[in-house]
């Protein structure tokens, strides 16, 4: 794979309530990925972009949510989002507390 398409794949993380128990409890972290991202790819762009040992990724497909505006209804954009188990003694921190 190119690294200039690891560098493209992940979208950003995905910080949320769920996101943070899932970080605390099983040392998950939460990616928003491009769609036609697969499994090894983002493994390989996590490793390459933070310099971490990942275990286990696990990827969901969610839909958007039907939005209604007055009179018409709207569609927000489908998005996929991938849990990545960091190993053992591996961490990635984007709050950035100390």
Do not use: C
């Not at 398409?5 to 928003?32: C, W």
């Not at 499994?39 to 497909?61: G, L």
């Amino acid at each position: 794979m190119s690294t200039e398409r690891l560098m493209t794949v992940l979208l950003g993380p995905h910080l949320s309530e769920k996101s943070q128990r899932v970080a605390d409890a099983h040392n998950q972290v939460v990616f928003i990925v491009r769609r036609d991202a697969t499994k090894s790819e983002i493994r390989d762009a996590v490793q390459a972009m933070f310099d971490v040992e990942v275990d286990n990724v696990t990827v969901v497909n969610q839909r958007g949510k039907v939005k209604r505006a007055r009179f018409s209804f709207g569609r927000r954009k489908d998005w996929k989002k991938a849990y990545v188990r960091l190993a053992e003694g591996h961490d990635i921190d984007f709050v950035g507390a100390d």
